[in-house]
């Protein structure tokens, strides 16, 4: 196996007529900041352990979930098992989101002080020379790390949600004036299937309004936190729709490049194997560790993948069904040097 050869397969992958779909994880934020489930399991353990509630199957709910965290267990899987209270579950949706939204704010303004986000040259190569290119980036995370990179390379940016202080999610999701369309080098549609800091509900109705520190009066925000309804928030507007977009996405697909994407999301991950193995799409792996979940339900099975990853110390490996390539003086994985391969 020669690394010519693989660097070819990748700039195959990326220069494709259609390029393919990204998906984005939390991997592809911690390096702006962005708290890590481990981080966010902190602060949620901070807060409960001086919080006492009126009802004692609230305190019960508390006591469960920081048992299960105290025991080693990740926040996910503490939320699944614990099964907390409504009112628990409001107080974590609010605390992930507050502790998150002033850390993304942090990388506005270097967004806005000229610092480029990585992820913008990689958008900058997808849609510079190819006339009407459109890009779908599927992200769980709630961050805007992949607006302010869109934004970073004069694309327009498509979240589903009227381009508005008081946006409201459109009937048509891919809507884009023509007239406003022309005036723009290509388009980036970015599904944010778990929700997005910018977007709040209130009766039934969810809206987008942008850069917000303090929740709004009488508004929730539109996240979905991990927990055992997860699955029911996800049939709810506006997260149904959106994952019906996905499907549409990953079913037109000619290949998936996953960043800091760990394969631990049941509502992603299933449709986009299943493409995948069904079409013999190329999935192109870039983060920094290889977890179970990626080794179990990629590499471990007939799919076809390329995978980069940290080596541990100041280099990489490439990995594919045929072999480990070990590059001892290059860190591939990381955005900005993955781009030098594929220019």
Partial sequence: ??????????????????????????????????????????????????????????????????????????????????????????????????????QDAEVYKKAISGENI????????????????????VSTNYDKIAEYAAAQSAAYINTGYASSYLGVLKQNLDSCPTQLKNSYIGKINIWKVHGSLDWFKKDNQSYCFPNLLELPTGYQPCIITPGNNKYEKTQQPPH??????????????????????????????????????????????????????????VMDGKHNYIAIYSDGVNGCKIETKEGVIPIPDKEYWKLKEFCTIIK
């Avoid at 849609?127 to 980036?137: A, H």
């Fill in 240 to 297: 149904r729709q959106l994952l019906t977009k996905v499907d549409e996405c990953f079913t037109k697909a000619s290949g998936f490049l996953c960043i800091g994407y760990g394969f631990n999301d049941e509502h992603v991950q299933p449709v986009l194997l299943d493409k995948a193995s069904k079409n013999n799409l190329p999935i192109l792996i870039v983060t920094k560790d290889i977890g179970a979940p990626i080794r179990s339900k």
């Fill in 1 to 102: 196996m020669k690394i010519d050869r693989i660097f070819k397969q990748i700039q195959d992958i990326i220069t494709n007529p259609t390029p393919p779909v990204i998906v984005l994880g939390s991997g592809a934020s911690v390096s702006y900041g962005i708290a890590s489930m481990w981080k966010l399991a902190e602060m949620l353990k901070s807060f409960f352990a001086s919080k006492v509630y009126p009802s004692q199957e609230s305190n019960d709910s508390v006591k469960r979930f920081l048992d299960f965290l105290n025991s080693g267990h990740g926040l996910e899987e503490a939320l699944l098992k614990a099964k907390v209270s409504e009112e628990v579950e409001v107080d974590i949706v609010y605390n992930v989101w507050n502790l998150i939204v002033h």
């Fill in 118 to 137: 990585d992820l913008k040259e990689l958008f900058d190569f997808l849609i510079y020379g190819r006339k009407g290119t459109e890009i779908n980036v």
